[in-house]
T-cell receptor, first 115, second 113 residues
């Protein structure tokens, strides 16, 4: 059972354009929604994260939009650059008790930014 | 300040063998989580360790076991390897009271032949 569904699977954007990646979740107990960026041969790196009491969070060129009623959240990358080419994963966590969280990941989106 | 480190980088084993992977958490972190990432997929949670005890476990068989040492470093052991165990194994560390924010190491690429 996939609890976090991510789309699209791959995305090609021209340099300077906006990249948009969408995720939907099923478990309403999720209470933290991070995005990770992964380059080939590397581990995922935390990019930006949001909690469900906030509808939007912006850090530089990266923005998360969160729609609690629709159980959806998305990552927007403004002014996309070739260096942004990587695989992006949305994730969600819930508190399993005593402050212990496990990350549930989407399947990933491979972003290619072409010059 | 060193981040999360893992060893070895790559490993090749044959079916039925046993393997041990190692992880050193980011300085100051006390909680270690292990994930399996199959090719083209998102990481899947295996288990989490704190105070040398397994706190949570994902949907993985008992062939997968772990250990945490007093210095917070951790090992992942997999017995009776199957071809399907071929994957990138990721270690993530965090503070216990904020394990929603996890920092990943570069991973160990395990190939089972």
């Amino acid at each position: 059972q996939q609890q976090v569904k991510q789309s699209p699977q791959s995305l090609i954007v021209q340099k300077g354009g906006i990249s948009i990646i969408n995720c939907a979740y099923e478990n309403t107990a999720f209470d933290y929604f991070p995005w990770y960026q992964q380059f080939p041969g590397k581990g995922p790196a935390l990019l930006i994260a949001i909690r469900p009491d906030v509808s939007e969070k912006k850090e530089g060129r990266f923005t998360i939009s969160f729609n609690k009623s629709a159980k959806q959240f998305s990552l927007h990358i403004m002014d996309s650059q070739p260096g942004d080419s990587a695989t992006y994963f949305c994730a969600a966590t819930l508190n399993s008790g005593a402050g212990s969280y496990q990350l549930t990941f989407g399947k990933g989106t491979k972003l290619s930014v072409i010059p | 300040d060193a981040g999360v480190t893992q060893s070895p980088t790559h490993l090749i084993k044959t079916r039925g063998q046993q393997v041990t992977l190692r992880c050193s958490p980011k300085s100051g972190h006390d909680t270690v989580s292990w994930y399996q990432q199959a090719l083209g997929q998102g990481p899947q949670f295996i288990f989490q360790y704190y105070e040398e005890e397994e706190r949570q476990r994902g949907n993985f068989p008992d062939r997968f076991s772990g250990h945490q040492f007093p210095n917070y470093s951790s090992e992942l052991n997999v017995n009776a390897l199957l071809l399907g165990d071929s994957a990138l194994y990721l270690c993530a560390s965090s503070f216990l009271d904020s394990t929603d924010t996890q920092y990943f190491g570069p991973g160990t690429r395990l190939t089972v032949l």
